[in-house]
C-alpha cells in the first residue's frame, strides 16, 4: 500500500475527469453507433441499405468501427443509459490506466503526472469522448507498452521464437483494431514503426533478435489488418470516407480554417510544440540510450505523436491522436521541471524568486498534495452530478419526445443522432453518418441548415423539424403558418407540420 499510496491522487482525479466525460457526451455519433449495434446483434450485415431515413441516398451504410458498434449495442440491450454510460466509462478508464501506466514506465512521479496528463487532457477535451477512435488509440498504447516491457525478454529468447510470438501479436491485434475502428490502417504501420524504435535503442536486442522482432511484428501487423471486416477493401472504404468528409465536416478542415483557427489553431500548435520539444529531448539522448531506456519509449510515443500533429495542420481530426500519445510524455516533462523547481526551492543560498519563504514553501511537493486532495474534495459534487445525467443527450433527449410517431424529422446531426436511437419511429433526412451521406447530401445540408429559405426542398418534405432558435432557418420556419411549435427549451425548438 505505501508504494501505491503516492499514484492515488493521479489515479482519483484522471478517474473523475472519466466520469464527467462519460456521464456528458458532447460527441453525438454514439447514439446511432449504439443503433448500428443493436442491428448487428440481431445479424444484419456490416454494408446494409440505409432503413433510417425517409430519403436515402444510393448507397450502402457501411460501419467503420462494427465492434465499437456491437458493445455500444449490447450495453445498451443490457441497460440503457446505464449501460451506455458505463461502456463509455470503461472505454475512458482504460486510457486513463494505460496513460498512468506508461508515465510510471518513464519515470514519471505521481503528483507531476497529474499536472501534466490534466493539462493535455483538457486541451484535448474534445477528443476525450466515447469515440471508436479512443478504444484504437488506447489498443495502440497498450501495445506500446506491452513491446516496451518485453525488450529484455526479446533479448534472452531465440529468435525463431520471437518472430513467432510478434508475429502473432501483430496479428490479434492489429485484427482486433480494424474490428474497432479503421484508422487501425494508421496505427499498425505506426505500431510497427514504434516497435523499431525501441529495437534500436535497446542494445541488447541486436542482430537476428532484431531482425526476427522487425520481421515478425511486420508480418503478423500486415496480416492483420487483412484479417479485419473488410480485407482488403479496407483502404478503399476509407478513402470513400475521406472524400465524403473532406472540406465539408468540421473534423476534417484545416486547422486555420477562417472562422476555426481561434479554437483550433492554438490546439494544433500546443501539439507541435509539446512534439518538438519532446524530439529535441529524444535526439539529445539518443546516443547516451543505453543509460536511459525511457529513450526508446518516448521515441515509440513520438512516432504517433509528430505526423499527427504536423497533420493537424491540414486536417483537425489528426491532432486529437497527438494529444492523446503525448500525455505521458508531459508527466515526464512535469516532473522534471518540478524536481527543477524543489531543487531550487531547497538551495541553502536561494536565488531569484526563490528568496521569498511563500516560494520556497510551496516549491515543495507536499503543499500541493493537499491542496489537490481538497479541490477534488470540492469538485466531488460535479463529478456525481455528471454521473447521474449517465450520457443522456441534453437537451435533444427531450426534443425527441415531442415528435410524433412516424413523422419525417429535418434536423441537424446532432439532434438526429440522438432520435435514431431514442425515437426508431421516426425516420430522419440526414444525421452524424457523414461518410455513408457522400459529399453531395452533405453539401445540401449545409446549404439547408445554414440557409433562410423554408421553402426548399428538404423542409417541404419533412413533416416535423428541430432546430437551434436562433439559426436563419428556424426563424424561417416560425414564420411560416404551416408550422406548429410543439416544444421549445434551452435554445432548441420542434414544429410540425398543420395536418
Excluded at 147 to 176: I, K, Y
Aim: hydrophobic share 50%; glycine share 10%; aromatic share 8%.
Amino acid at each position: 500500500m505505501s508504494r501505491l499510496h503516492p499514484w492515488v491522487l493521479p489515479v482519483v482525479g484522471l478517474g473523475a475527469l472519466a466520469v464527467v466525460r462519460s456521464g456528458v457526451v458532447d460527441e453525438r455519433d454514439p447514439y446511432w453507433q449504439v443503433r448500428a449495434g443493436l442491428e448487428n446483434l440481431d445479424g444484419a450485415p456490416l454494408a446494409r441499405p440505409d432503413a433510417w431515413s425517409w430519403d436515402p441516398v444510393d448507397a450502402l451504410f457501411v460501419q467503420t468501427s462494427p465492434a465499437w458498434n456491437t458493445a455500444l449495442g449490447l450495453a445498451w440491450r443490457g441497460g440503457g443509459f446505464t449501460g451506455f454510460f458505463l461502456v463509455t466509462l470503461a472505454s475512458m478508464v482504460a486510457y486513463v490506466a494505460v496513460t498512468l501506466l506508461l508515465a510510471a514506465r518513464l519515470g514519471a512521479r505521481p503528483l507531476p503526472t497529474l499536472g501534466g496528463v490534466l493539462v493535455t487532457l483538457l486541451i484535448a477535451m474534445p477528443m476525450l469522448s466515447p469515440r471508436a477512435t479512443l478504444v484504437a488509440q488506447t489498443l495502440f498504447l497498450t501495445a506500446v507498452l506491452a513491446a516496451d516491457r518485453a525488450r529484455p525478454l526479446a533479448a534472452r529468447t531465440p529468435p525463431l521464437l520471437v518472430a513467432t510470438v510478434t508475429s502473432l501479436a501483430g496479428v490479434v491485434v492489429a485484427g482486433a483494431g480494424m474490428w474497432l475502428h479503421l484508422s487501425w490502417l494508421l496505427f499498425a504501420p505506426a505500431l510497427w514503426a514504434a516497435v523499431a524504435a525501441l529495437v534500436v535503442a535497446s542494445p541488447d536486442v541486436r542482430g537476428r533478435h532484431a531482425l526476427a522482432s522487425l520481421g515478425g511484428s511486420g508480418v503478423g501487423l500486415a496480416l492483420g489488418v487483412l484479417a479485419g471486416p473488410y480485407g482488403t477493401d479496407a483502404w478503399r472504404i476509407s478513402q470513400q470516407v475521406r472524400a465524403a468528409c473532406e472540406g465539408v465536416v468540421v473534423e476534417w478542415l484545416p486547422a486555420f480554417t477562417h472562422g476555426l483557427w481561434p479554437r483550433w489553431g492554438p490546439t494544433v500548435l500546443c501539439a507541435v510544440i509539446g512534439s518538438a520539444l519532446a524530439s529535441h529531448w529524444v535526439l539529445r539522448r539518443w546516443s547516451a540510450r543505453a543509460d536511459d531506456q525511457r529513450v526508446g519509449l518516448v521515441a515509440a510515443l513520438l512516432v504517433l505523436a509528430v505526423p499527427t500533429a504536423l497533420g493537424g495542420v491540414l486536417a483537425i481530426r489528426f491532432v486529437g491522436l497527438s494529444l492523446l500519445a503525448l500525455p505521458p510524455i508531459a508527466a515526464l516533462g512535469a516532473t522534471w521541471l518540478a524536481g527543477r523547481v524543489t531543487r531550487r526551492a531547497g538551495e541553502d543560498t536561494p536565488t531569484g524568486l526563490f528568496r521569498h519563504s511563500a516560494v520556497r514553501r510551496w516549491g515543495n511537493g507536499r503543499p500541493w498534495q493537499v491542496v489537490t486532495t481538497l479541490v477534488l474534495v470540492v469538485l466531488s459534487p460535479l463529478v456525481v452530478l455528471s454521473a447521474l445525467r449517465g450520457g443522456r443527450p441534453q437537451p435533444e433527449a427531450s426534443a425527441v419526445d415531442a415528435l410524433p410517431s412516424g413523422c419525417r424529422l429535418l434536423a441537424e446531426p446532432a439532434v438526429a443522432s440522438a432520435t435514431l436511437l431514442l425515437r426508431p419511429d421516426v425516420p430522419i433526412w440526414t444525421d452524424g453518418r457523414a461518410d455513408y451521406w457522400g459529399r453531395e447530401r452533405n453539401v445540401a445540408a449545409i446549404r439547408t441548415f445554414r440557409g433562410s429559405d423554408a421553402s426548399v426542398g428538404p423542409v417541404q418534405e419533412a413533416t416535423c423539424v428541430a432546430l437551434e432558435t436562433d439559426t436563419p432557418l428556424a426563424e424561417a420556419v416560425a414564420a411560416d403558418p404551416s408550422w406548429t411549435t410543439v416544444w421549445k427549451q434551452q435554445g432548441l425548438r420542434v414544429w410540425v407540420r398543420d395536418g
